[in-house]
């Protein structure tokens, strides 16, 4: 059941003026700028204060990705996301119910992974991201499929990511022999968050075994953090962070 959430009250902000910060953005950009984002006094501040260590840190540019299966401006994406289950998801969380499956082409058998593969590379994508739904455990069936996934590495030459899904140490064994370049995985800090939307009971528990096993295997792990995923609460979020922190990844 999904708790009830308490409506809060929109403050009108249409005269909000912009910050200092944004007042040297190109006009198109300004227009942009969501009214809701230019915080007055304190909270501007303490916004100033962090973006000026991000940019200190990481510089000023904003790298943006375009999926494979998505055209924006003519332009398609040159990375495909691919479900190993076509449309079919048992976990049915209340996170999406599978519904995120149908903008992925089906890759359900390993003749139809190949075969697209073997397409997209003579098109020049760059790679793909294998993904799908889960079995009600959190797990995807990685096992029929890394046969091919080392094939696709080494005949076709594309870069291998993975939605890993929770893994067993012999599965994370086994994407790493199969020449799988990045896992994707999502940190969830909350028992109450896995047990409600997603339904599993001991999901910390699996999450902890998961980590454990992509660290033994050598996977380079790209941990995911949904804020609100618990019905647009954030719940478990400061918690993941801590977590991924003990990680110390790459990229986040």
């Not at 227009?31 to 230019?38: E, P, Q, V």
């Not at 046969?147 to 939605?163: D, I, K, M, Q, Y």
Request: with cysteine.
């Amino acid at each position: 059941m999904r708790p009830e959430v308490p409506e809060r009250g929109v403050r009108d902000v249409s005269d909000v003026p912009l910050p200092e910060w944004a007042r040297d953005l190109p006009e198109g950009a300004k227009s942009l700028l969501d009214r809701r984002l230019r915080f007055p006094g304190l909270d501007g501040a303490r916004l100033a204060s962090l973006r000026q260590a991000s940019w200190q840190r990481h510089g000023r540019d904003l790298a943006c990705y375009l999926p494979g299966m998505f055209v924006r401006n003519g332009v398609r994406g040159r990375y495909p996301a691919l479900s190993l289950t076509g449309v079919r998801c048992d976990q049915h969380c209340a996170h999406c119910d599978g519904s995120l499956l149908r903008t992925m082409p089906d890759a359900s058998s390993p003749e139809r992974l190949w075969e697209l593969c073997r397409r997209y590379a003579a098109q020049g994508m760059s790679g793909v991201l294998l993904s799908g739904g889960c079995d009600g455990l959190g797990r995807l069936p990685w096992q029929d499929f890394l046969p091919v996934v080392e094939r696709v590495r080494r005949e076709l030459g594309l870069f291998v990511s993975v939605h890993c899904g929770l893994v067993s140490r012999d599965v994370a064994r086994g994407l790493a022999a199969a020449g799988v370049r990045q896992v994707l995985l999502d940190i969830i800090g909350s028992p109450a968050t896995y047990r409600e939307v997603y339904g599993l009971e001991d999901g910390l528990a699996a999450l902890d075994e998961s980590l454990a096993a992509i660290e033994e295997a050598g996977l380079h792990l790209v941990p995911h953090i949904v804020a609100g995923l618990h019905f647009g609460l954030l719940l478990g979020e400061y918690r993941a962070l801590d977590m991924v922190a003990e990680l110390k990844p790459e990229v986040l």
